[in-house]
């Protein structure tokens, strides 16, 4: 058995703020932070100003609405400054700022997914003002990653806010124009909101699709899991491991029930169960048979994961037969909530179906 335990001890993340001495989880705050960095600067290059600039460039928005929309707005609350507010522990200013990247890429895309009645953008027509065919027209960076931990999460604090009221002024200017309706908007960030193993589905499907796709992720992990516009959720890194007919995958949380809820839904009960962390260890194969009926060759190879706060995994399960000529949708319907983490296999296609 290959048992992948990276639990360890560490020092608080020094954050520059003032903090509690509440819990602390994140042991790799650099991992954290650096993670939030980067995938800000994606969406907000890629999926927003892009966006912005598609509209206004083609007169579906002008700058006068997006003026108009945002004064309407008026200032928004913001609190105490960054350097003067008091966090419940080190992990809680890392916290805000995925939070706040977590809401920001489901504003972004509740507005991006075509709605009945408005512009049929999609998100490849912004390619243009992405720079993808000329370099000129590239979004600039903003140069995050510079300066201690504590500098760099009062920039990303700053930068978000920015971004969530571009995004506002954004939102509020299409619904003043009729592009999209208050009840369109209701339903699909009811849509995103849902707490289930759809997005981890989806993944998986793109994967047994798309062979370089497949390539990144096993690599990447969260970088390419963002090409799917998928809320990344509190998480630094994804490990993502890959079933074989050699290698069958499961994942634990040994300490506690670390789990990346945004991409596989809520835990099955069992899996914050002592009973299953403890066996899962010692006895990963006799456990997968005895709690899950699920009885592995002799020859395949079990490897357990250990999911924590800082490194969290998923499992790529193998495609099963009978799926050939099915597009991506009917695979990811397929793909079950607990073949996701290894306790079952994805059943093939009924007859019937």
Not at 13 to 42: K, L, N, S, W
Not at 191 to 200: A, F, K, P, R, T
Request: aromatic share 6%; charged share 30%; net charge negative.
């Amino acid at each position: 058995m290959d048992h992948h335990h990276v639990h360890a001890a560490g020092e608080s993340a020094e954050t520059g703020t003032e903090t509690g001495t509440g819990h602390v989880h994140i042991h790799e705050p650099e991992a954290h932070v650096t993670a939030v960095e980067t995938d800000f600067e994606y969406f907000r290059r890629k999926r927003l100003e892009s966006r912005v600039l598609h509209f206004l460039r083609r007169g579906i928005l002008t700058f006068g609405d997006l003026l108009r929309a945002g004064a309407a707005a008026g200032a928004q609350p913001q609190g105490p400054a960054w350097v003067d507010r008091v966090w419940a522990d080190a992990d809680a200013p890392i916290r805000h700022v995925e939070d706040e990247l977590d809401r920001l890429v489901r504003g972004i895309a509740a507005v991006t997914v075509p709605h009945a009645g408005a512009a049929p953008v999609a998100i490849d027509d912004t390619r243009k003002e992405r720079g993808d065919y000329d370099p000129f027209f590239r979004i600039a960076p903003r140069g995050l990653g510079e300066g201690d931990l504590g500098r760099r999460l009062a920039v990303l604090d700053a930068e978000l806010t920015d971004a969530h009221r571009l995004l506002d002024a954004f939102t509020a200017a299409l619904l003043a124009r009729g592009r999209i309706t208050e009840e369109q908007l209701r339903q699909r960030r009811e849509q995103l909101g849902s707490v289930s193993h759809h997005n981890g589905a989806r993944i998986v499907a793109r994967a047994w699709l798309d062979p370089e796709f497949k390539e990144r992720l096993l690599a990447t992990g969260r970088a390419a899991v963002r090409e799917l516009d998928i809320p990344p959720g509190k998480l630094g890194r994804l490990g993502v491991a890959e079933n074989t007919d050699e290698v069958h995958n499961i994942v634990v949380c040994t300490l506690c029930s670390c789990y990346p809820h945004d991409l596989l839904g809520n835990p099955a009960w069992w899996y914050r169960t002592d009973e299953y962390k403890q066996r899962i260890v010692a006895q990963p194969r006799e456990t997968i048979r005895d709690m899950f009926g699920l009885e592995l060759p002799d020859h395949v190879r079990v490897r357990v994961h250990d999911s924590t706060s800082d490194v969290r995994w998923m499992v790529l399960p193998q495609r099963p037969p009978g799926t050939e000529g099915l597009d991506e949708d009917a695979l990811a319907a397929l793909v079950t909530a607990d073949s996701l983490v290894g306790a079952e296999l994805v059943p093939s296609p009924r007859a019937d179906a």
